[in-house]
């Protein structure tokens, strides 16, 4: 929650945008300079929100929604140069590093972490010492265990946990003891790497809350299987004496696959939660409110009830609806954090309950253009449905660009949309994001591929896929001052600013 009150206290616009995406000198996007001139445009065109996926340490496919910790930022995120700056290291070090491991900007990235994690315990002060120490003792409740897991993961070739030794994949006591001196210099390194990821993001998001630019984050409702999470409390989810899921998450046949989606993540065990009083999901809320002031919870529905598929199974089809305790959680969660800033990400098969479960706690839900215009007039995604308390998008992270999805669309779709908004003289996707802005709902959020007017080849994730996602970048060359003044002019316009 801001201090002036709810994000949903006045009509509000802003991009979407991963960090990842940004422009820069390195492998990806990062927390350095080119996420400060984003933000100082977002602040020129009048938008007051930055949505972001989620932010976590991601696996080799580099999903944000299957990250190897809860808590744990991307180390791929952190600003090198501010490293530089700090002297740990040079930038010629960082950039022969790099060279030597390229095109593996993973593996080279953690390696320029480690040199700057050696010039710090030979330089650095004891301000920055006492720093760090700080952070590390403040953290330890999950920092400790998400070290050594990771640690243990780069020992054993990043084989998922439950291919790990008995002793160490059941947590014994004496091996792990055994494992934290073994591995003591890569978990010291861990903790370096999460204060740097963890001081650089809170910076960043304190200038942009200087701006008046609230932070939007995203947290998946579900955790990977191959995580520390899942590693260190197998008591929360459904798995066998081997800790082998018994039942994985996913969705029935959808807009998006025939076959339904089996996403493969463990289901929980909601009995022992509530029983525990949802301390698990507390400690998950408290880390997302601090480091963001608007959180979208994607697959919302699963709080109502969640489609459960056999572990034996290969695809989503074969699963069944099971109720969740959502009234409950949410109750609880409440209680000790006052009203939640989160958003429902209420896409697909929605029933009455998961509408009322939505309403029950004031969460705004999502509207969608690109999927307004079939199905009639009564299509809840249509502008003249929508309603306040909600957050319209042309598209999302999972769908096409909106100028991709406009060159597929058959003639009759094309009809529809130029009949419905107007045969209006601008190219798209300019009259789909001028329709979101003009909505009645309080938030739109316009994904930077739009602005800058991308085709397909710009997509940032095709859902059922696993390659050649998580990958686009834009560059500041592509965005001219026309489309930075149309946007300015249409906030205004449609007084969001």
């Excluded at 977002?42 to 996926?53: N, P, Y």
């Excluded at 491991?101 to 004891?126: E, M, N």
């Excluded at 932070?215 to 579900?222: L, N, Q, S």
Aim: aromatic share 14%.
């Amino acid at each position: 929650m801001t201090a002036s009150g709810s994000p949903f206290d006045r009509r509000r616009s802003g991009i979407l945008l991963h960090p990842t995406s940004l422009p820069g000198d390195w492998g990806n996007g990062d927390f350095g300079a080119h996420a400060y001139r984003f933000v100082d445009w977002l602040e020129q065109c009048r938008q007051s929100v930055w949505q972001v996926l989620p932010l976590g340490a991601t696996h080799s496919d580099g999903s944000p929604y299957q990250c190897l910790s809860l808590h744990a930022g991307n180390p791929l995120l952190i600003d090198i140069y501010d490293l530089v700056a700090s002297a740990w290291l040079t930038e010629s070090e960082a950039e022969d590093i790099f060279a030597a491991h390229a095109p593996d900007y993973r593996t080279g990235c953690r390696a320029v972490l480690s040199r700057a994690w050696q010039g710090f315990q030979k330089i650095a002060d004891d301000h920055a010492r006492g720093d760090l120490a700080h952070y590390v003792e403040a953290n330890k409740g999950w920092l400790e265990d998400y070290a050594l897991y990771d640690a243990l993961r780069g020992h054993y070739d990043n084989r998922a946990w439950c291919d790990w030794p008995v002793a160490v994949r059941n947590r014994q006591p004496a091996a792990i003891r055994k494992a934290q001196a073994r591995y003591s210099e890569r978990i010291e390194q861990n903790y370096f790497e999460q204060y740097l990821f963890h001081r650089q993001w809170q910076r960043l998001r304190r200038y942009a809350n200087d701006k008046g630019i609230l932070i939007f984050g995203d947290m998946p409702i579900f955790v990977a299987y191959d995580s520390v999470d899942v590693w260190a409390h197998r008591d929360c989810f459904q798995l066998d004496s081997k800790g082998q899921p018994t039942a994985v998450a996913g969705v029935p046949p959808d807009y998006f696959s025939a076959t339904g989606q089996r996403w493969g993540n463990p289901h929980y065990r909601w009995d022992y939660m509530q029983q525990h009083g949802f301390e698990w999901w507390s400690e998950r809320i408290a880390a997302q409110l601090e480091f963001f002031d608007l959180v979208r919870i994607d697959h919302f529905r699963g709080f109502e009830a969640y489609w459960e598929v056999p572990a034996d199974q290969d695809t989503a089809m074969n699963g069944h609806w099971v109720k969740a305790p959502g009234v409950e959680l949410f109750d609880a969660l409440e209680k000790k954090f006052g009203r939640l800033p989160l958003v429902a990400e209420d896409l697909g098969l929605i029933t009455p309950e998961v509408d009322a479960l939505r309403r029950q706690f004031g969460f705004p839900g999502m509207k969608i253009l690109q999927f307004a215009f079939e199905g009639g007039a009564q299509n809840p995604y249509l502008p003249h449905n929508h309603e306040p308390l909600a957050v319209v998008y042309t598209g999302t992270h999972d769908n096409d660009t909106t100028l991709g999805w406009w060159q597929q669309a058959g003639d009759s779709m094309r009809d529809y949309v130029t009949g419905y908004l107007g045969d209006i003289d601008e190219p798209q996707p300019w009259p789909m994001v001028r329709c979101a802005l003009a909505s009645v709902a309080r938030l739109a959020v316009i994904p930077m591929q739009d602005i800058l007017m991308l085709g397909s080849e710009s997509r940032m994730n095709t859902p059922g896929t696993s390659a050649g996602n998580w990958g686009w970048r834009f560059t500041w060359e592509q965005l001219d001052n026309h489309c930075s003044h149309r946007l300015h002019h249409f906030t205004e316009l449609y007084g969001r600013c």
